[in-house]
């Protein structure tokens, strides 16, 4: 069992920066995969990054450029920075390990 508890979102302005935090208990020797999905209202949840414990990423297009997923093995954390946000990027934020584990959900909202 792999328990993942997120933090970081909130409330920010269009072009914004948010940096979202994941720390992950339990069985954590297992985890290869790490990423951030979101999902916003009505929509499906949607892989947002993807980390392996190597380190190589993949991103939506719709983040590429602007989100970057990082991860410490060592402390067991995933980080999402976030900058440039934009009010489409709006929506729960999910932690996920081994497309198997998932945390509560941070929201973060961009609005003026």
């Known amino acids: 069992q792999v328990q993942l508890v997120e933090s970081g979102g909130g409330l920010v302005q269009p072009g914004g920066s948010l940096r979202l935090s994941c720390a992950a208990s339990g069985s954590v020797f297992s985890i290869n995969f790490m990423g951030w999905y979101r999902q916003a209202p009505g929509k499906q949840r949607e892989l947002v990054a993807g980390?392996?414990?190597?380190?190589?990423?993949n991103y939506a297009d719709s983040v590429k450029g602007r989100f970057t997923a990082s991860r410490d093995n060592a402390k067991n954390t995933v980080n999402l920075q976030m900058n440039n946000l934009k009010p489409e990027d709006t929506a729960v934020y999910y932690c996920n390990a081994e497309f198997q584990y998932w945390g509560q959900g941070t929201l973060v909202t961009v609005s003026e």
């Open positions: 980390i392996a414990r190597g380190g190589s990423t």
